[in-house]
């Protein structure tokens, strides 16, 4: 894999954790987490020390970031919750260099494809890298940030899209060989770094970043100016006196040149940055997302590909999708051309990573906006320990009112989540609500958790959430990922206890959830639904099934054997016979050569004129008349002159008494 793939020391940032981490907690938990001080943050640098900041983060959260279990697990989270292409422009990561390694996708002919959009981060990690292998030491911040910067401007400036592009390791080490040589080439001669130098020395420090800044030919945002005057600032007040002006020229040339050929590289490669021209020789890109069985494209997505109007775009909220059966089916004819690039759906444990859309917002699935919702309603802003039970009925007409987002449909479906998604609700209780308490060293029981139930005041409003206590506890258990459960793991269990409430008395939601298969993410919760398509006896009966297939299989099985037997005992029994035949056939041919011989042996009685004696001698001659025995020699006989045959003279004689003709050919006998 390429090297460049990887975020440079320099460029990870404890601002870039901190804001990703504050994307990732509750909206209720944001304005807390956003007023930790980057002043105090324990460290410059983040690698390697990633969970010492994640730690630090949990410690002044105030107990906020309790939920997410210990600082490596919200370290963990955050990882997947961030990984998404076009993450820099999420979460107000935009004043920070590029934090995220860009994923590579593989599409449906098994080929590697990265966003276009993550071609820039490939580009800052070239320039770092060449940085670090030139001058041996690591990018001071002031350049990191510069850089970035342009490169962000540079990536703003261009038409969204969400288009990929071939990930070939040969395409991208010609990318950073490229830049090299454009660095190497714009080498400032030494008269004209004599001549910075002397320039600089004339200028004041606010002169000298406005310098710096001007080298970024677009206009910076107000923080991306604080950003640069406070790293320049650092940078050149911390120059050796003797050697300021000429480290400042040493450190604008570098800039400027590197810049220079950032520049050109985009501007020689736009298509691997902007989105496909119509004569482009790049395929078309679309994405196919994965998620458990489910395969399916974004319908705007993939008629913008095809040319085809997708009807009620106008509105970003929400993004229907189509399944991958469907596009298969339907557009047979037009997808041929299309390279369709698998995206799995992923989710940490608290959010489901979001997904870049064609209009520039991004989404996530419908079923996941409605379970953080909730947890927004229950852990954030803790409604049901504040509103009276009373108040419940009118909750719950709000929550309907808003939930026509969250409908039945058998495809999912995703809704925007940059915005702030939030129903009205009329009832805004200031009564205080309290925490959950932490959980004792050992764990909790089922016990520990109905008397947590009750200490939050949750009873009062749900009288029936201690029935739902015991499965719940059970589906918590079996999820923990520590030997014991954790804080983090009463957290859930008292969130699943209240969503199950929820759920029972907001049926429409049941079914919007079942429908978008979301049934098993509610702990120890029984979908009728569910169970209707697979009852217990259902299962049965497809065990059965199965289990009759299996005996049928096995039937046919040994069927196949037996024939197979019967067929090798037929072949067996085939080469006997054959073996027999050749025996046999040995023996005739003896048998024929024997015959041969002996009709040779005739032959030559008959060339030596001894036939009669040759005869008599092997073949005892009978009399038809008498039956009896010729003996040749001693007996007188009579030859029938046609037949040939021979009878004693006095047996002859005697049937011509009263025949005259021969016994043997009905001829006429002679009278002798
Ligand atoms: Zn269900
Ligand atoms: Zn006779
Ligand atoms: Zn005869
Ligand atoms: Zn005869």
Not at 87 to 97: A, I, K, L
Request: glycine share 4%; charged share 30%; proline share 4%.
């Amino acid at each position: 894999m390429s090297k460049f793939l990887e975020i440079p020391n320099c460029a990870l940032t404890p601002m870039g954790l901190h804001k990703e981490a504050l994307n990732y907690s509750l909206n209720a938990f944001r304005e807390t987490l956003r007023y930790i001080d980057s002043l105090e943050y324990p460290q410059r640098n983040l690698k390697g020390k990633e969970k010492e900041f994640s730690q630090f983060l949990i410690d002044k959260s105030n107990g906020m970031l309790r939920m997410y279990g210990s600082a490596e697990d919200l370290l963990e989270n955050v990882k997947i919750y961030k990984s998404f292409p076009e993450h820099h422009n999420c979460f107000g990561s935009s004043n920070e260099p590029y934090q995220t390694r860009p994923n590579i996708y593989k599409s449906l002919k098994n080929e590697n494809y990265i966003a276009k959009s993550d071609v820039f981060v490939f580009l800052q990690n070239m320039i770092l890298t060449l940085f670090l292998e030139t001058s041996g030491e690591e990018c001071p911040p002031s350049l990191v940030f510069l850089f970035a910067f342009y490169l962000k401007s540079r990536q703003e400036s261009m038409e969204k899209c969400v288009e990929y592009v071939k990930f070939d390791e040969k395409i991208f080490e010609e990318l950073n060989n490229k830049i090299i040589e454009k660095v190497r080439s714009a080498q400032f001669s030494s008269a004209k770094h004599q001549e910075l130098v002397g320039e600089f020395s004339k200028l004041t420090l606010p002169q000298i970043i406005e310098k710096f800044k001007r080298l970024i030919p677009s206009t910076l945002t107000p923080n991306q100016e604080l950003i640069l005057t406070l790293h320049f600032g650092n940078f050149i007040t911390g120059l050796p006196a003797r050697e300021r002006n000429e480290g400042i020229a040493m450190s604008y040339s570098v800039a400027s040149k590197t810049l220079k050929s950032l520049e050109a590289v985009i501007d020689e490669n736009l298509e691997m940055f902007s989105p496909r021209r119509q004569d482009s020789k790049q395929p078309i890109t679309v994405r196919v997302f994965e998620d458990g069985d489910q395969r399916f494209v974004m319908e705007e997505e993939f008629k913008k590909s095809i040319h085809e109007k997708c009807e009620g775009v106008n509105d970003t909220l929400i993004r229907n999708t189509i399944s991958m059966e469907n596009v298969r089916s339907k557009y047979k004819q037009k997808i041929a051309d299309i390279e369709f690039i698998r995206y799995p759906i992923t989710r940490a444990k608290h959010r489901a990573t979001p997904i870049q859309g064609p209009s520039g917002h991004t989404y996530i699935p419908a079923v996941d906006l409605f379970f953080e919702m909730m947890r927004e309603v229950i852990l954030g802003m803790r409604i049901f320990q504040r509103i009276k039970p009373v108040h419940l009925p009118m909750f719950v007409q709000d929550f309907n009112e808003f939930s026509k987002i969250l409908y039945e449909t058998e495809s999912p479906y995703f809704i925007q989540n940059d915005k702030n998604i939030m129903f009205a609700m009329r009832i805004i209780s200031d009564s205080p609500a309290k925490d959950v308490r932490n959980a004792k060293s050992d764990g909790f029981t089922v016990q520990n958790l109905k008397n947590e139930l009750a200490h939050l005041g949750l009873t009062a409003i749900f009288p029936e959430i201690q029935n739902y206590v015991e499965k719940v506890y059970s589906e918590v258990d079996k999820r923990k990922k520590s030997d014991v459960l954790r804080t983090c793991d009463l957290f859930d269990a008292i969130e699943q206890c209240q969503l199950n409430c929820i759920l029972e008395i907001l049926p429409k939601l049941k079914k919007f959830v079942h429908s978008q298969k979301g049934c098993h993410r509610v702990y120890g919760w029984k979908c009728e639904e569910c169970a209707a398509e697979t009852p217990e006896n259902q299962d049965d009966q497809k065990l059965s099934i199965l289990e009759k297939e299996l005996e049928e299989l096995k039937i046919a099985h040994q069927k196949i054997l037996d024939e197979n037997q019967q067929k090798s005992l037929e072949i067996q029994e085939l080469q006997q016979k054959n073996l027999r035949l050749s025996v046999k056939n040995e023996t005739n041919e003896f048998k024929l050569k024997q015959l041969t011989d002996k009709l040779a042996q005739s032959k030559l009685s008959i060339d030596e004129g001894n036939y009669s004696n040759a005869c008599t001698s092997q073949l005892k001659i009978q009399c038809l008349i008498c039956e009896k025995s010729i003996e040749s020699g001693k007996d007188q006989i009579i030859r029938c002159p046609l037949c040939k045959r021979r009878f004693h003279s006095k047996c002859a004689n005697n049937w011509l008494k009263e025949h005259t003709e021969c016994p043997a050919c009905n001829g006429d006998l002679p009278k002798f």
